[in-house]
Structure formats: C-alpha cells, structure tokens
T-cell receptor, first 114, second 109 residues
Framework: AAGVIQSPRHLIKEKRETATLKCYPI?????VYWYQQGPGQDPQFLIS???????DKGSIPDRFSAQQFSDYHSELNMSSLELGDSALYFC?????????????FGEGSRLTVL | QKEVEQNSGPLSVPEGAIASLNCTYS??????FFWYRQYSGKSPELIMS????GDKEDGRFTAQLNKASQYVSLLIRDSQPSDSATYLC?????????FGKGTRLHILP
C-alpha cells in the first residue's frame, strides 16, 4: 500500500541558507500535518493543511512557511536556517482533518544545519 | 495550553513480563487517543487507538481509557526485545494531534 513519501530524506545546509522539504500524502488523504522532532524530543506540531487551506498552526517559526498544492502534496520552506533547526521533520497525512482519524507518518526528512 | 504527560523513563521490563505505560491529558474534551511506537531515528508508527472508556485489546497490546480521570494507558503482554522503543501517547484536540514526550521502554533479555 502507498505510504506518505517525504523528500529529501537527508539534507545538510549552512546557517542562513534556505531549505525546502516535500511531502506526498497517501492517495485520497486531504489533510497534511508537519511535525518537528529534535534529538530526544517529542514531535512538535508545526502546521496543518486541509483541502489546500491552512487548518491549524503550532509552534512554527516566522522563518518557516508551508503550503498544500492542488495535488495535495505539501512543501515546508525554511529560510535563514539556524543551528537549532536541525531536526527530523515528519509529515503525516489523514483523510478528513484527523477528527478521530489516525495519522500516518512519512519516514521523515533529517535536516542538519552546520 | 493543552498537555499530554508521560513518564519519560526509561522503563525496564524483563522479557516475557507485562509492560505498563501511562499517560494523562489536560483537555477534558479530547475524544481520540493513540499510542505510537517510535524506534530511534524512525517515524512514529500507530499501534493502538481508543475512543471510548474501557479496554481495547489487539494481540499483545491493550489500551485502557478513563475519561473521568483523563488517563490512558498501554499494556504490553509477553514483552519482547523488539518492543524496546519510545512509546508516544497522542491525543486529538482541536483538529490536531498533541503528543506526549514519550516513554522509553527497554525490554531486558
């Protein structure tokens, strides 16, 4: 069965550079969530999209932006990268805004900022 | 601030014994509760979901929910070394899933 696809799986950037992470949800899933997980930390909710519109916003820095496209894939754009942005970034998808639904996670994109 | 609390552990359990993981949550309006297992460097994997008070069993796993006490737990019977992982409690509130910090479980061979 198709799963959530994230790319790239690994990314190395310098401070102040820009990075873009992509997420392709499970087919027919219309909701995407982005989480950031630092070393030894729990996943922190960043932002979510339902039907291509932002549905909720968590602890996402102003340097980050995201959107969901017409094919339901989502991109997380991170600018002016800082060392503290080094983390695993997970995308998860669900059908119908996760009201009672279970999130299906991608394998994550590991960002390292040097 | 809606919160999900878990003991970070590590919780060490002998192989073959029962592992008991606990979680409390602050939002009394929460309706959906999940347990995810996460191996180091990997993505969380859903292992149990529970929506109503009582017990729900799936193989070696049993989830228990008590909404009055705002408490949800996970029991793992006949613990195996492959169960060694971090277990994340997650609660659905306001259209987003809020995670606890996770409990590290270590099964002793």
């Amino acid at each position: 069965a198709a799963g959530v696809i994230q790319s790239p799986r690994h990314l190395i950037k310098e401070k102040r550079e820009t990075a873009t992470l992509k997420c392709y949800p499970i087919p027919r899933h219309d909701t995407v969530y982005w989480y950031q997980q630092g070393p030894g930390q729990d996943p922190q909710f960043l932002i979510s999209f339902y039907e291509k519109m932002q549905s909720d916003k968590g602890s996402i820095p102003d340097r980050f932006s995201a959107q969901q496209f017409s094919d339901y894939h989502s991109e997380l754009n991170m600018s002016s990268l800082e060392l503290g942005d080094s983390a695993l970034y997970f995308c998860a998808s669900v059908s119908g805004r996760a009201l009672g639904g279970e999130l299906f996670f991608g394998e994550g994109s590991r960002l390292t900022v040097l | 601030q809606k919160e999900v609390e878990q003991n970070s552990g590590p919780l060490s359990v002998p192989e073959g014994a029962i592992a008991s993981l606990n979680c409390t949550y602050s939002d009394r309006g929460s309706q959906s509760f999940f347990w995810y297992r996460q191996y180091s460097g990997k993505s969380p994997e859903l292992i149990m979901s529970i929506y109503s008070n009582g017990d729900k069993e799936d193989g070696r796993f049993t989830a228990q929910l008590n909404k009055a006490s705002q408490y949800v737990s996970l029991l793992i019977r006949d613990s195996q070394p492959s169960d060694s992982a971090t277990y994340l409690c997650a609660v659905n509130g306001d259209d987003k899933i809020i995670f606890g910090k996770g409990t590290r479980l270590h099964i002793l061979p």
